[in-house]
Each structure stands twice: as C-alpha cells, then as structure tokens.
C-alpha cells in the first residue's frame, strides 16, 4: 500500500464506508434502486443529515448535500440576489471555481468584487476588514483553507467582525472539515459548504452546504426539483419546504450518500478518541525544507495539514511521479486554482502534500527518504 499524502485531493476511506457502499450496491442490483432507497429512508432522509449537523454544529434544517462542493457553492450562490450597488469581499485564497462564479456574476449584475489585502505574514489584514466594512458590502466569501496551500484563515474572527453588519457571510470549508473542528454556529456564517472525499474520508461524489435561514430568506434558485415543489396548475408551481434541502437535486446516489454518512460516523467515533500526537506535517516540513532547491509556500501563522512547496531544479509533476514511484502519493496543486495568490508568488506548479490522522511516523520517515533520491 503506498503512503498516502494526498488527502486534500481525496482521503482514504475507511472500511466501513466502503463496506456500506458495496452493500448497497449489490442491494440495489439484487431489489431494485428505488426499493433500496426506500429500505434505507432513515438514513438518506434524516439519518446522514443528523450526522452531518452533528459534525457541522449545524442546525438540521440548514443541510443540503450535493455530489460536489463546487456544486453546493454554485447552487446557492447562484440563488443570491446580486445587483450593481453591491460589493463582494473574496481574498487572495478565493478558490478558482468559485471565482468563476463570482466573475461571470460580476459581468451578469455589474457588482463589484474586491480582494481583502494581506499582511507581510500572508494573513488576512483583519484591520482593513474592521476599518472597511460598510453597508454596501453585500457578501464576504472566504476559504477557510484553500486548496494550494495551509494557511488555515480565522473564520470565526471574521464572523465576530462582520456580526453587526447586512453582508452575507459565506465560507468555502472544503479543505477543513474532517481535519479541523468546524462550527457553522461559532463562524456565524451564512453558507459553509464542503466535499465528503477530503478529509471527512467519505466517497467521491459527494458535497454539503450549511444554508442559514437568512441566506435562504435572500435566495431565489432558478430551480426546485420535484423532491421541493409540485406544480400545482398548468402554469404554477409551489416549494413546499423553506429548508435548505430545496437546493438540492432529487437524483442521486444512494450508495454515495450512505458512503458520506459512515464517513460522518467514522470521523465523529475517531475524533472522540485522543489522537496519537504525531505532528506529520512538522515532518514533512522538515524533510522538505532540509533539501536543496526547496520552497515552502506556506503563508500565515496558523496551519493545517496541507504543505506545499516547489524544486528550482524539478517540476513538481515529475516530483509526484517520482516519488509515487517510491511508493508515496503526493499530489501536483496547479497554481491557477488558487488564481489570486500562488502566480503572484511564482507558484505555476506545486507539490501539494496532505497526511492525515492515518499518516503515521514511519509514513513521514518514508516520505522523507524517497524525497532524498528524488531532489537532490
Ligand atoms: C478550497 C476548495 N474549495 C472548493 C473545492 C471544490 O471541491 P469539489 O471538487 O468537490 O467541487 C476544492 C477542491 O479541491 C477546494 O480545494
């Protein structure tokens, strides 16, 4: 088995969630989909929902899964009422796909975006926040991790600076939850929205948002499927729930769905126990900053477990293939994904490494050493 470092791409999934989603599959094949479905409604109407407010601090009604975090972000952000007097705070760690949206609905409303500014450490300039803020800030969306590199942003800092103002709160925790403890409450956000496959080890496929009632107030989706809304005449339809489930698509996988709640019971019994206490992305700091040519592009003060770094004299793909080669799998973090910070930094191309709580001291001390044969 190789070791592996790639858990902000997807994390490995642990037995039980592969065990449950091969069962449902083969129930399906051997009853009937729909008559499986209806065998699991505990689980896939109430059950995986429970678990993820559980895991979320979230209220229940807020939820919403998807079959991607890209598609729980764009289907409630497309929902918002955007128009040319309104302005939408990102930062340099936006991620590109959500800055897709945000730029096609600047060219749709004429609303303004604006990059929060960082300080000489790569933080979040907070003050700036406090000193700009006005009513005409109408959404402020920030990573909570982003996908190219560690620096884990203070949402809950920004929730306390942003609470006595209208704008909408969103934030991006696809690279966190599962990794770090995540409160929609504590944050004071509007929108939080993640993937199962991360550090949550649940299947591919699979996306969650926290929908606030206030967002949900706000919106209005192009959009309700039948699971929402029925038409009630030729030409009228009426949504028949204010939760945030009216985001959601009525078709999915049953099996992923499941897949997602073991993940959410596995995560919740894993983190009830103590951890072992090894600090693997110290270790791979260290093993990466000890060899010639290296950069660490690791910005901020406080950190996840996400590095990343660049070779002046390889390239960063040959350095994943090398050293998967070597039995370790890392990961390439195009610096176009996080368009507004890794290209000003010189960062085209990156290895991104990512352990996790399976990542043991041996793992680290065999990534170490394949890292030696490969830069040297
Ligand atoms: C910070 C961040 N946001 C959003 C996404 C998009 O997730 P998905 O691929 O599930 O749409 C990613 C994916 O890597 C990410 O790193």
New binding site residues.
Partial sequence: MPVHLNT??AGLMPAEVVDTMNAHLAQEAAEGAYETELRHADILEKGVYEELAAVLDAPVDDLALF???????TAVVSALHLTDADRVWITP?E?A??LILWTELRRRTGLRIEVVPLLPSGDLDLDWMRRTIREDVAVVSV??????CGIVNPVEEIGRILTPWPCLYLV????SVGQLDVSVRQIGCDLL??????FLCGPRG??FAAVGPRLRAAAAPVFHDLHAADMTAADHYEVHTDGARRFEYAERSGAAVRGLDAALRHHRARTARPGTGHDARAAVRDAVAALPGTRLIDPGTRHASILTFDCAHLPAARIRDELAAHGVNVWVAQGN??PLYLPGQGVDHAVRVSPHHYTSTQDTEVFARALRHVIR
Wanted: net charge positive; aromatic share 10%; glycine share 18%.
């Fill in positions: 902000a791409g079959d991607s975090a890209t598609r729980a972000w760690y991620y796909g959500n990573p909570h991790v982003p996908s190219g991006d925790a696809c690279q929205t993640g993937a199962g496959r991360k699979t996306g994904h996080t």
